[in-house]
Every structure is written in structure tokens, then in C-alpha cells.
């Protein structure tokens, strides 16, 4: 695939000591769907904005479609872009909404007519044509949105947290659909967003943003099963961080002293022998161990807590210095066959080295 999108060294300095976006770079290919994560403030709307031209950088430079854009005014870049708050006209239908760049742009009524009708087929909303955003739902007025901003076929389109302001469920229903949406129209997508469930179910690649830069880049499930620093796990899914020290490493398999017990790791890098460690796992790789099963790691403990979510138990086990392990291997179809343990009960704790990832020094949850 070409590149569509070449940030190189991009910077955005509001102050000396204020700083959005520090010194960036990243290509982006046509037709992929990549989505800027991280919290409030790590930069990641300020670099958006910057790619659609509504800021402008302090240094770096921006291609788009091989094009040095970075001077360009918005509406001189191949690029539309939805906002949090949709921006949808409340005296205009909804045709007249997702025409309206289509008639700025200077095109004839009956080319405008055709292009609207095929953007609200294809986010499913033709009958909805001569209503008004008003008398929409969240979920439609977020779609009509979408299809605005593709009647005008963009190179890319830019989300700016385009789900955020739905309840819970619709937002579920929307990433699916979006997703299938960036399917059929085979364009980029480029979304920022704050909510890490929304990043892994839509995007091809997923670029975790840390005080300005980049943490970490790769597709969900690289990013998901191999962090690259503390940052992206506890940021990424649920965690476990257990503090460690290190008693030999050989090669790429590495065994640490923890909770009053051993585990065995499979690291990228060596380690050296006495060194302090922290230890991560992600509760779903953790499972019981009937009595009498053997396993290469074990951890041993006590039931500190039970806590119900829905899908299933999660279980917080303390060791024996007191650090506490969160597994969810209990799931529903499982509670007919096996009692929940009560607080204060024994238990064994299992996890493959494969699923343990071990960062240098101490980690602060």
C-alpha cells in the first residue's frame, strides 16, 4: 500500500513549557483505518486537528497524498472531518445537511441529488432524507454526520471521539458499524478517541500517545498480548503488576522471585541477575488450578475479593507479600460446576510464561 498520510517531525508548542505534540512522526496507508489512543491531554486531538488543518504546527511538516499540505487551509486539503458534536445544521434536512459541500462545491441539483442518496444508503438512512437532525436519535444523527462528510469522497476522514457522545449500548452498536462502514468505502480513517475497547474493535492499527509523543504503535492484538512499557499495559485492558526481582536469564526465558514464589518469562531482551523487575499479566491469562494439577508457574494465595461485571467473576488473590493477583477465569457457564470460593479461601494460581511480560524497575499502578 502507498502512504496517504507523512507526518515528519511534527511538533505543536503553545508555550515554552506547554507542549501538545512533540516532535512526531508517523505514515499512514491508503485505506487503512488507524485510531490515535490515550487520556485527555496526551496530545492526540491537537495532532488530528493538525493533519486537517485547524491548527497549525510549530515545526515538522505534513504530506497528504505525496502534497506538502502543511500551510493548506482546511478546504484546501483532501480531508473531511466529523466532530464530537456531529455540527449538523438544525434548520436544514437531513438531505440538505449531507448536500450542503456538494452545493458549495458548485455542483448541479441533480448530481447533488444522486450523490446524498447513495451516502444515506449507505449508512442506511435514506427514508430519513426530509427529516431534521432534531427529530433524529443520537445513534442516526452520528451517521448522518458520517455520510456528510463522505458524499464529498475525502482521501481521508478524520474522527475526532465521534462516539462519545452515546450511551453505553449504541455505542457498541456504532463501532461495528463504523467499522463496516470503512470497509465499503475503502478510504482512511484517522480517529482519535480516549476509550481503549472502541480503539481495539475498529482499527487496523492503534497509536497510544504519551505527553505529546508516541508510545507505542501496532495493531490491537500486538498491543494488547506485548506492551512495550507499563504506560501502554495498565492503559490497554487490565493489568496485573507484580513487583519482582530477577534470578537468572538465560537467553529468552528469564525466572523472577514474586509474591513468595517463582514465575517464569519469556523476555525480548536480558536481564541481569538481582535486578528489580515488575512483572505483568492480564487476569483473563490467569486461571485456577484444580487441586493437584501441576503447572511451571504457580502462584499461591488467598481470595481478597470477589467482583461481579456481567461476563463473568473476577477474583482478587493477595500473596504472600501482599500484592494481589486479579484473574477472571470464572466465567457463568462455569458457576453451575464450581462454587464461587469464599473470602480467606487457598488458592492456586497458573500462568503460562508466554502471557508474562516483564518490565525493568517498579511500576506504580
Not at 487476569?283 to 494439577?293: D, F, H, I, W, Y
Request: charge should be negative.
Amino acid at each position: 500500500m502507498a502512504a496517504i498520510i507523512e507526518l515528519e517531525n511534527i511538533s505543536k508548542h503553545y508555550s515554552p513549557t506547554i507542549i501538545g505534540v512533540d516532535n512526531v512522526s508517523l505514515t499512514v496507508e491508503d485505506g487503512e483505518f488507524v485510531t490515535l489512543l490515550g487520556p485527555s491531554g496526551c496530545g492526540k486531538s491537537t495532532l488530528l486537528r493538525m493533519i486537517g488543518g485547524f491548527e497549525t504546527p510549530t515545526a515538522g511538516s505534513i504530506r497528504l497524498a505525496d502534497k506538502d499540505v502543511t500551510w493548506d487551509p482546511p478546504y484546501k486539503r483532501e480531508v473531511n472531518m466529523v466532530f464530537q458534536d456531529y455540527a449538523l445544521f438544525p434548520h436544514m434536512t437531513v438531505g440538505e445537511n449531507v448536500g450542503y459541500g456538494l452545493k458549495v462545491k458548485g455542483l448541479g441539483r441533480l448530481e447533488i441529488e444522486t450523490k446524498v442518496h447513495d451516502a444515506l444508503k449507505l449508512v442506511g438512512l435514506f427514508d430519513k432524507v426530509k427529516l431534521r437532525p432534531q427529530q433524529l436519535s443520537g445513534g442516526q444523527r452520528q451517521r448522518i454526520a458520517l455520510a456528510r462528510a463522505i458524499v464529498r469522497e475525502p482521501k481521508v476522514l478524520l474522527l475526532d471521539e465521534p462516539l462519545s457522545a452515546l450511551d453505553a449500548k449504541l455505542r457498541e452498536q456504532m463501532q461495528i458499524e463504523m467499522k463496516h462502514l470503512h470497509e465499503k468505502v475503502g478510504i482512511t480513517f484517522v480517529m482519535v478517541t480516549h476509550d481503549q475497547t472502541e480503539a481495539l474493535v475498529m482499527s487496523d492499527r492503534v497509536v497510544v500517545m504519551e505527553k505529546g509523543r508516541i508510545a507505542q504503535q501496532g495493531r490491537p492484538q500486538e498491543l494488547y498480548d506485548h506492551p512495550a512499557s507499563p504506560y501502554v499495559a495498565n492503559f490497554i485492558g487490565t493489568t496485573n503488576f507484580l513487583p519482582g526481582r530477577v534470578i537468572r536469564c538465560a537467553g529468552e526465558r528469564a525466572e523472577i522471585e514474586i509474591g513468595g514464589g517463582r514465575l517464569s518469562a519469556i523476555v525480548d531482551a536480558p536481564l541481569v541477575a538481582g535486578s528489580t523487575v515488575t512483572a505483568g499479566c492480564r487476569p483473563e491469562k490467569v486461571r485456577l488450578l484444580a487441586e493437584g494439577e501441576t503447572a511451571e508457574n504457580v502462584l499461591e494465595g488467598r481470595v481478597a475479593e470477589v467482583i461481579y461485571y456481567g461476563l463473568g467473576l473476577r477474583l482478587a488473590v493477595e500473596l504472600a507479600d501482599g500484592s494481589r493477583v486479579y484473574t477472571d477465569s470464572l466465567l457463568p457457564d462455569r458457576l453451575a460446576l464450581s462454587a464461587v470460593p469464599p473470602l480467606g479461601q487457598s488458592l492456586r494460581l497458573a500462568v503460562e510464561p508466554h502471557n508474562v511480560f516483564v518490565f525493568e524497575g517498579e511500576v506504580t499502578p
